[in-house]
T-cell receptor, first 114, second 114 residues
Framework: AQSVTQLGSHVSVSEGALVLLRCNYSSSVPPYLFWYVQYPNQGLQLLLKYTSAATLVKGINGFEAEFKKSETSFHLTKPSAHMSDAAEYFCAVSALGGYNKLIFGAGTRLAVHP | DAGVIQSPRHEVTEMGQEVTLRCKPI?????LFWYRQTMMRGLELLIYFNNNVPIDDSGMPEDRFSAKMPNASFSTLKIQPSEPRDSAVYFC????????????FGPGTRLLVL
């Protein structure tokens, strides 16, 4: 069965610093992987997705993620954090089953300090 | 374009009462998802519809929960009778129906059962 593990429920960075949010997946087949962001009191919004085309995936708002099969990882990065990046970030894997059934990680709350 | 619309945004009710949550998906989308988000269990898929037909309801917690999609532009999630443990944020999401589709989330309904 597919699953994702997000390391660190809370991450705090200074404005301008590198953002690194970790996600490891488990899948018996090549996975489809997603990162979603949730701003306070809002629904989730897609940041980026990996669909086996390129291993380095660029998303919105300057975020990118690299698929590493050998490490079963799909970590999310941004070179320079902005105050507006403060939100909760969810990694998800598409489970087998004929449709895009997403299995979400527990989420990582990102705080950005001035 | 309007995104996914959910109503009400907030609902406070007493244990034993019937609760109905409503969702209008994005026009042209043919897949619809209902999720529940709690601190303890994270994001859980409750039910998935494709072309108005329930395809996967394995996440519906018990018989007190029911969902319908009478047409392509409207879906309801009903809880009867409600219990305090149903308190959560309920999200509706819609998509185009492909395996790697982007799911577009509504703003959610925050439900509190007293």
């Amino acid at each position: 069965a597919q699953s994702v593990t997000q390391l660190g429920s809370h991450v705090s960075v200074s404005e301008g610093a590198l953002v690194l949010l970790r996600c490891n997946y488990s899948s018996s087949v090549p996975p489809y992987l997603f990162w979603y962001v949730q701003y306070p009191n809002q629904g989730l919004q897609l940041l980026l997705k990996y669909t086996s085309a390129a291993t380095l995936v660029k998303g919105i708002n300057g975020f990118e993620a690299e698929f590493k099969k050998s490490e079963t990882s799909f970590h999310l990065t941004k070179p320079s954090a902005h105050m507006s990046d403060a939100a909760e970030y969810f990694c998800a894997v598409s489970a087998l089953g004929g449709y895009n059934k997403l299995i979400f990680g527990a989420g990582t709350r990102l705080a950005v300090h001035p | 374009d309007a995104g996914v619309i959910q109503s009400p945004r907030h609902e406070v009710t007493e244990m034993g009462q019937e609760v109905t949550l409503r969702c209008k998906p994005i026009s042209g989308h043919n897949s619809l998802f209902w999720y529940r988000q709690t601190m303890m269990r994270g994001l859980e898929l409750l039910i998935y519809f494709n072309n108005n037909v329930p395809i996967d309801d394995s996440g519906m917690p018990e018989d007190r929960f029911s969902a319908k999609m009478p047409n392509a532009s409207f879906s309801t999630l009903k809880i009867q009778p409600s219990e305090p443990r149903d308190s959560a944020v309920y999200f509706c999401a819609s998509g185009t129906g492909t395996v790697i589709e982007t799911q577009y989330f509504g703003p959610g309904t925050r439900l509190l059962v007293l």
